[in-house]
């Protein structure tokens, strides 16, 4: 899959960038292995580079630390919508602006499909550079591949949470 920037505006009606970056990867577990456990935020660290640590605050909100280029940054998310073993999406509250949605899709009954859709605004200049020289998209596919590694090496997931978050509605002016 590809990535690209496309325009979005602001409250401002200023131009942003927003870089979209598409991956998937087929992992040889079942659709509900591969869900539950993504819904392990605090196991990330083992296989996404750069994720120091994340949090689980409640059912919806999450505390990640990373640290990238030598740089360590903290920030806030907010599940958004969850429905097991469909997807998992989410929105940064603080910190680098950008929210996405991670998809299962069953291939057979021991083989998923996890696809990641990410926005994210880059905001410091090596954040700019990074995403101009594909390094953003680069690391989003190393991830889904460790997280291949990681489930179809352990073959089960380490936990499961299997609760239900509704998109909020929207509001109509």
Partial sequence: ??????????????????????????????????????????SFPEFMDGVERVQQIDDTHTHWVTRIGGITREFDATITEQHPDERVAWTSDS??????????HRLGPDRTRVTAQMDIDPDTFLEKVADKAGLLETRVDGDLHRFKQYIESRGRET???????????????
């Fill in 1 to 42: 899959m590809r990535s690209g920037t496309s325009g979005a505006y602001d409250t401002d009606r200023e131009v942003v960038l927003v870089s979209t970056v598409m991956k998937a990867v087929d992992v040889d577990v079942p659709l509900s292995t591969a869900y539950n456990q993504w819904t392990q935020f605090e």
């Fill in 159 to 173: 936990g499961s949470w299997r609760g239900d978050v509704p998109p909020a509605p929207t509001s109509r002016s």
């Fill in 95 to 104: 910190g680098p602006t950008h929210a996405g949605v991670i998809t299962f």
